[in-house]
């Protein structure tokens, strides 16, 4: 092997690593390419005030006034959409991504593409983002214009899959979904007595990477992350409304975009993430998640995201959360699946944690495999360490 093509694997696995738990890691290519010393913004791990993507990137034409924390949630959904990675529409130069660049075809059709849909849902659906790209493309370069041929029999009482609104199904009051999951969990004193969690464990990423991780966690909101890999440690905080990174190539600061999935995994720890007073939530029907009968609820988070969870109709347990980011362009979803729940000091716990993404790097399998319930955690556990 060269050494030019090992530079690019460590590169490569070190960007998975990167996004192990938080993240895409191309995130950071604004910043350099401003010009800006990464290590500088460490210093300061303060969240990044929002910026419309045109201020925050160099050639933004037609996502103009698209908050800069929806970029990510936007490429990442115009791939799946067409079932493409980035490389379709970017630029690489070795190593070095130039987003910016409009030299290929497919950026370019992309942007009329992203006009299009932002004008057809405006004039067609009362401003209403029912068009997505993949409501044409379904994961194909190219929509698929015509129906195939021999037409598949419909079932006599047809409901296209997929298609046709599922039929009415009787309500279910999602307070009494609520207050039996909450019972599931654990008696209200088990609950409330756990303040810290530390926890070991493995994490399978979707290219097969398995690693080892720690965690230690102060409820409600301070997270320390320890990976141990190949290329060295890579450790991730965040305590309150900040956190950092680090890695062997790089210390900053988390933007918001790794901030939300650090805070999406405090929730996927905390021994009962919904509290009371429950919020306002509305039956969403029932879902079958392998053989188990699920009812949903949806709601608002105080992020502006949707939330859709999926109770367990026999156990009463969470089985699933989907958060929706909603952008002009279509929804690019997250998906916690939680499996394996068992007893710790009372209360029920999954010790299998699917997440998945619509981005390649941070879909993964996390097994917890030792937990201890309130060691003493000290806060420098949480500090950003000292930039070099
Ligand atoms: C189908 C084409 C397409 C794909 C695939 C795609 N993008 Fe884009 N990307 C665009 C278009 C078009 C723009 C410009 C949008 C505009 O003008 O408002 C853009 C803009 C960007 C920018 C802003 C660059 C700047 O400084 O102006 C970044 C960063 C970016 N994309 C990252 C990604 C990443 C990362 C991926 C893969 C996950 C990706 N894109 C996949 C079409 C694409
Ligand atoms: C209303 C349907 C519709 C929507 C919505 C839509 N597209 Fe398309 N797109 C098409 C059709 C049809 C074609 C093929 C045109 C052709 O064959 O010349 C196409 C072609 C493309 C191509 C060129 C593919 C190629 O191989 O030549 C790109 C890139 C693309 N779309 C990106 C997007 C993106 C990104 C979005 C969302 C922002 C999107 N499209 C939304 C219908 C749609």
């Known amino acids: 092997m060269t050494r030019s093509t090992l530079k690019r694997c460590v590169t490569a696995s070190v960007i998975a690593i990167g996004a192990f738990f938080l993240g895409t890691n191309w995130l950071a290519y604004p910043v350099s390419a401003r010009g800006e010393d990464p290590g500088q913004q460490a210093a300061a791990p303060t969240p990044t005030a929002e910026k419309p993507a045109e201020q925050a990137f160099k050639n933004i034409k037609a996502l103009n006034g698209l908050p800069e924390s929806q970029l990510a949630p936007v490429m990442n959904m115009i791939s799946a959409s067409l079932g493409v990675q980035c490389i379709q529409c970017h630029v690489k130069n070795g190593d070095v991504w130039e987003f910016d660049k409009d030299d290929k075809k497919a950026k370019l059709t992309a942007r009329k593409m992203i006009q299009m849909t932002m004008d057809i849902n405006k004039t067609s659906f009362e401003g209403h983002i029912d068009v997505s790209c993949y409501t044409c493309h ?48 654990g008696a209200k004193e088990a609950i409330d007595k756990i303040k810290t969690r530390e926890l070991k464990g493995t994490h399978v990423a979707a290219n097969g990477m398995n690693l080892e991780f720690e965690i230690k966690l102060v409820l409600p909101d301070k997270v320390a992350v320890l990976v141990t890999a190949p290329q060295g440690a890579i450790a991730q905080g965040v305590s309150g409304d900040s956190g950092w990174v680090k890695n062997p190539r790089e210390q900053r600061a988390m933007n918001n975009t790794e901030l939300a999935r650090a805070r999406s995994l405090i929730w996927s720890l905390d021994p009962l993430p919904i509290k009371e007073p429950y919020p306002r939530m509305l039956f969403a029907g029932t879902e079958k998640i392998g053989d188990k009968e699920t009812i949903r609820l949806r709601m608002n988070t105080p992020d502006k995201r949707r939330a859709v969870l999926y109770f367990d109709k026999e156990s009463g347990l969470l089985l699933r959360r989907v958060l929706y980011t909603d952008t002009p362009v279509g929804s690019d979803p997250e998906q916690i699946d939680f499996e394996d729940y068992r007893d710790e000091d009372g209360v029920k716990i999954p010790h299998t944690i699917r997440v998945s993404y619509l981005d390649n790097f941070s879909t993964a399998t996390r097994k917890i495999t030792d937990m201890k319930t309130n060691v003493k955690v000290d806060d420098s556990a949480f500090a950003a360490p000292a930039a070099k």
């Open 138 to 185: 379904q994961g194909h370069g190219r929509p698929v214009p015509v129906p195939s041929l021999p037409r598949p029999m419909p079932p006599a009482n047809a409901a296209a899959p997929g298609g046709a609104r599922p039929p009415e199904q009787p309500q279910i009051n999602p307070q009494e979904v609520l207050a039996k999951y909450s019972k599931a969990v």
